[in-house]
């Protein structure tokens, strides 16, 4: 059985059980997982002053969210915050669908406002 075949692969090499096969495909995707970065306090701030103005001027900003394999990007307006979370309200660029989900703010690693306009215009009638 330990014979090798014209394409040079040994002929009992061929299976792979399944639990070595899961083995694998779990120690490929721990590889790619990625820690958490720790804010310093300037980001703290930014973040949370661009949070606050989406939500007082209801200016759309893009969030970018932790995640353990590779950041997520949401764009939307903040319409509610909480004490540990707020409210994003996002419209879907494919198909037009309102929707909406609370974020915890220590998910979000950068926050900003969208580039369409200017400090000026954030002034309170």
Not at 84 to 102: A, L, Y
Request: overall charge negative.
């Amino acid at each position: 059985m330990s014979k090798i075949n014209n394409n040079g692969i040994w002929e009992s090499s061929r299976f792979i059980g399944p639990e070595f096969k899961d083995a694998i495909r779990l120690q490929q995707k721990e590889i790619k997982r990625i820690s958490k970065p720790i804010l310093d306090e300037q980001e703290v701030y930014e973040i949370s002053a661009s949070l606050s103005q989406s939500q007082m001027y209801k200016k759309t900003i893009l969030i970018t969210l932790f995640n353990e394999y590779q950041p997520r990007m949401i764009t939307g307006i903040v319409t509610r915050s909480k004490q540990s979370e707020f409210r994003i309200d996002s419209v879907d660029p494919f198909n037009g669908v309102e929707d909406w989900q609370w974020i915890c703010y220590k998910d979000v690693l950068k926050a900003e406002l969208s580039k369409e306009w200017t400090e000026d215009e954030m002034v309170d009638p």
